[in-house]
């Protein structure tokens, strides 16, 4: 594991899809009115964009670890400059989960779309940092199958109102 290198601000990582929804049941459980779960793959991009159309929703060094400034480690969250919209780490540093099961983007002009409603595999955003910069960008898409743990998968949490 990385987790060494950053102490407690490390971002959750090695965890599976399957993994995240059993701490989202306990999470949802413990919190009165809890309404989390995993963002929608639309939801994500969304929040990484934060209104900008480029590949990166700012310069990638100043806001994401990967390949050429990582140190081929993971790092502490919020150590980098934030998006306009004061989400850090989109760009790299551990990829994140999101709710849908891949398949192939709609056709035509939709709104707030969410994934197919079955498949093989869950959608992961955002890169790592042991990618390169082309994997970090604002609308890479990755797959997994959903009960893999792997070395730099992790999440964060959507909450509805």
């Not at 790299?92 to 709609?106: I, L, Q, S």
């Not at 959903?146 to 959507?158: E, Q, S, T, V």
Request: glycine residues 14%; contains cysteine.
């Amino acid at each position: 594991s990385n987790h060494k290198n950053c102490g407690d601000d490390c971002p959750v990582e090695k965890v599976s899809w399957n993994d995240c929804q059993e701490f989202i049941r306990k999470l949802n459980g413990m919190v009165s009115g809890g309404n989390f779960r995993l963002p929608t793959e639309a939801e994500w991009e969304y929040g990484c964009r934060a209104g900008t159309t480029g590949p990166y929703a700012g310069d990638l060094d100043a806001m994401g670890w990967y390949d050429k400034n990582s140190g081929s480690k993971t790092h502490g969250v919020g150590q980098k400059k934030p998006n306009a919209w004061g989400l850090y780490d989109m760009h790299g540093n551990v990829w994140e989960w999101c709710e849908d099961w891949c398949g192939d983007y709609p056709s035509g002009s939709v709104t707030d779309p969410t994934g197919p409603s079955s498949g093989y595999y869950r959608v992961l955003r955002g890169g790592s940092w042991g990618n390169n910069a082309w994997f970090c960008r604002s609308a890479i898409r990755y797959e997994y199958d959903p009960g893999y743990r792997i070395g730099d998968n992790g999440f964060r949490l959507a909450a509805l109102p």
